[in-house]
C-alpha cells in the first residue's frame, strides 16, 4: 500500500536539496568533512567555515540584518525555552544592577506550543509573573488583546506566528508593536510561518524568532534562533562558548548544512507552494464541511482573518481523533489530531479549548497539513478514505 502522508504540520520528509547537501557529510571516514567547527586545523576550520556560511545564508533567507543573529540550535523547542528563559533571565538580571529586585511579567498567548506554553513552570520558579493572552473566536491574538494583559513590569510577550493546530496568522508586527509600546520584548514562534507566509524577521519587528528545519524538508534537531542583535539574552546552554557565547556545545554541522538548504528552498518556493496548498485547504473545507458530521475546527467562519495554506482542522461529532487516525491508518493514510506532541494524550487540545469548542466535538479534531511533496491525488485518496471512516 502506498503511504498518502498529510501531517506535514509534524514533520516533513527530507528535501530532496537537503539529502543532496548533507550526504558528504554523511560519508564515513577521515577524508569526510567531519571536523568540530572549534578545531584549530584544517578539518576544523573547514566545518567552522561551512557553518558561517550557513549563517550568512539562513540570515538572507529570513532576511536578518546581520549573520551574528543567527544561533543554531537542537530544533524549536530549544529556540523557543532559549528566547523565553533567556530573555526573561537576562531582563531580570538588568532590572536586579538598577536595584529592582522583582522578576517581572511575562505573557504568553494561550494557543502557543508547548515548547513557549511550558515555559511558564520555569518562569515562576524564577519568579516571573506569568499571564496568558486569549484568542479571539477565529483563533486569532489581537495587538488589543496583548496590550491589555500587558503591564509596567513586563518584560517579554511571545505570540506564535502561525498556529500549529488550526493555521491561524497572526499580525505579527502589529503585535510586536503592542509590546514594544510597553517597553517590553518580544518574542514569535515562527515555525509553521516558514514556507507557508513570508518570513522576514524585520519586519515581524520581533527581538527572537525560532525555527525549526524539520518542518520544511530539513533534518530534525536543528533549529534556529534568531536574536536581535543587541537583545538581552542569557544563555540557557553554557559550556565551550559556541555560537557566540550564545549557545554552547559542537555544532552539528551536517544538519545545519541540510537545514540551510531546506530553508532556502522553503523560502523560494514559498509563494508557489501556499497558491497550491490554500487551493487544497479551500477545497478540502468545502467539501469535508458538506459531510454530516464533520464541522470546521475554527468558529464561527474561517472567512475571518487570516489562515496559512498548508492546515486544514475539522472537528468529527461521535467520534474520537485517535479512532480516525487509526482507521485511516489502516488506509495507509497518515494525519493527525492537532499537535503531533499530544496525540498520545486523550486530553482535547488546549486551542480548541481557547477556542471554547466544546469538549465532546473538540475530542474529534483532525488535522491534515500539506508539504513540498503532496500532490493532488495525495487529497483525493484522503477524501475517499475520510468519507468512508467517518460515514
Ligand atoms: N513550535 C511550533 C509551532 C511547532 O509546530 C513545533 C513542532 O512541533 C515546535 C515549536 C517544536 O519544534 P521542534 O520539533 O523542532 O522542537
Redesign the pocket.
Known sequence: MERVYLDN???TPLSACAAAAMGPYLEPGVQAPFGNANSLHTAGREAFSVLEDCRVRVARALSARRPDEVIFT???????NAAVIGIALAERERRALQGRHEAGHVVLSRI?????LHCEGPLKRLGFAVDFVECDASGHVSAEALAAVMRDDTVLASV?A???EIGSVMDTAALAHAAHERKALFHV????ALGKVPVDVQRFGADAA?F????VGGP????VLYLKARTPFSPLLVGGGQEGGLRSGTQNVAGIVGATAAIEHAVAEQPAFSSRAAAWRDELYERLGALPRVVAAVAPDRAQGAYAPHIVSVCVRGMESQSIILQLDMRGICVSGG???SSQSLDPSHVLAALQVPRNLAQGLIRVSFGEYTRRCDIDAFLAAFEEVVA
Open positions: 504540520a509534524a514533520t537542537s530544533g524549536a523547542t530549544e529556540a523557543d502557543e506550543h508547548d515548547a513557549v506564535m502561525v498556529n500549529n514562534d515562527a515555525v509553521q525560532s525549526s528545519a524539520h518542518k530534525k534537531g536543528v533549529g499537535s503531533a506532541c
